[in-house]
């Protein structure tokens, strides 16, 4: 079958090659996109033999003149899906909803919506509303510690996953990082930390609201060891997981991509878009990037529980082994010892047999930013 083609935004991010990939290997013809000033240098993502063709737009995916130079790139097409990977294109595409589905389809929720999930308090009202199990906020000094300190909208400065947060375990950090946090949000969300096993379920919601796929991940390690993104997580299945992230989004009309994610049963925030461990869809045979395809051309889908394997283990190879020098410095003998094991035997989440490139070039590109 001939498939249309898919414009994917954003290449320089490392989930867009498991985008290309996924949409490639099912016979969709793949555009990546790049904006210049964003990445000077060839993506990771262009050196995929599944992508067709690789465009470059100017300037960063902030400037005011992206929208407009995205939507002439799409009108080039004949109708387009438009997969957009980064948060700056997701979220220029979403201001301008109107416009854009004129030229290409997509499932992407309404800005005042993406703004609602971005902010972690409304998030938190709205879970209290549902039913639905959060941690405790405090205004003013915490009764008790350790907390969380985070401003409401940590992505919209910038801030690395792990910059979004610091964890205070006494009056002097939390002075220290209230005042931290401070120069980015007022009055900072003050959280108590939850301990327990960190979980994600993530979701495709179609134009009418229905849920058409899902899958369910539980964090193995994550750098820094600390409290930092996810290193390596493991595919596994929960609907009741499922049927509380689904609730969530669905209360707020959401379309589209997110992951939400939960701790020691608490749900924490959402992700409104491709999340980190996103590649893990295409290690665990899931149909999640094709569905989302699917559904932007109107096709009508239904759900199907579990459509992919779980208990695949899934790792990023340098932040994984960046994780495992982490334990051997902290003297957590027991973790090094499952990362070395996962070394040999987990799911590289950028390597592909068929499609060796990207991860060279991947590795190539991290190599320049490591050394002087």
């Known amino acids: ?7 994917i935004t954003d290449c320089k991010y490392r989930s867009s090659i498991a985008a290309v990939r996924a949409l490639g290997k099912a016979g969709w013809n793949v555009v990546g996109v790049q904006t210049v000033s964003d990445c000077p ?15 470059r737009i100017l300037d960063t995916a902030k400037h005011p003149e992206y929208p407009q130079r995205l939507l002439r790139l799409l009108k080039e097409y ?5 997969l957009c990977v980064g948060a700056a294109s997701l979220k220029a595409v979403a201001e301008h909803r109107d416009r854009f589905s004129e030229a290409a389809g997509f499932l992407i929720a309404e800005s005042g919506i993406l703004a609602q999930l971005n902010d972690k308090e409304v998030v938190h009202r709205r879970c209290l509303e549902l039913g639905i199990p959060v ?9 008790s510690y350790p907390v969380i300190v985070k401003p409401h909208f940590g992505e919209q400065f910038g801030l690395k996953a792990s910059e979004r947060y610091a964890v205070a ?21 003050v959280q108590q930390k939850v301990e327990g096993e960190g979980m994600g379920a993530s979701l495709l919601i179609d134009r009418d609201g229905r849920l058409i796929s899902a899958i369910c991940h539980k964090r193995i390690r994550e750098y820094p060891i600390t409290g930092g993104p996810s290193t390596c997580c493991e595919s596994f299945y929960d609907a009741k997981l499922i049927d509380k992230a689904f609730a969530l989004l669905s209360s707020f009309g959401f379309t589209g991509m997110a992951m939400v994610e939960f701790k020691g049963g608490y749900l924490l925030e959402v992700n409104p878009r491709i999340w980190g461990s996103y590649p893990l869809t295409v290690c665990a045979k899931s149909n999640f990037t094709e569905n989302y395809a ?8 239904d759900y199907i529980p579990c459509d992919y394997e779980t208990g695949v283990r899934m790792r990023f190879k340098l932040n994984d082994t960046l994780a495992a020098w982490d334990y051997l410095a902290h003297f957590k003998f027991g973790r090094l010892s499952d990362s070395l094991i996962d070394a040999g035997s987990a799911c590289e989440a950028l390597t592909d047999p068929e499609d060796p490139e990207p991860m060279k070039q991947y590795m190539k590109s991290a190599v320049r930013r490591i050394l002087p």
């Not at 240098?41 to 465009?55: G, L, Q, V």
């Not at 004949?78 to 438009?82: F, G, H």
């Not at 699917?294 to 889908?301: K, P, V």
């Open 294 to 301: 699917r559904a932007s051309i109107g096709e009508t889908l």
């Open 41 to 55: 240098d060839a993506p990771p993502a262009f050196y995929s033999r599944y992508m067709r063709e690789k465009r």
């Open 1 to 7: 079958m001939n498939r249309p083609t898919v414009i």
């Open 169 to 189: 375990r006494g009056p002097k950090e939390f002075g220290r990082y209230m005042a931290k946090m401070g120069k980015y949000d007022q009055a900072p969300i």
């Open 135 to 143: 941690p405790k906020e405090y205004e003013g000094i915490p009764e």
């Open 78 to 82: 004949d109708r387009p899906v438009l």
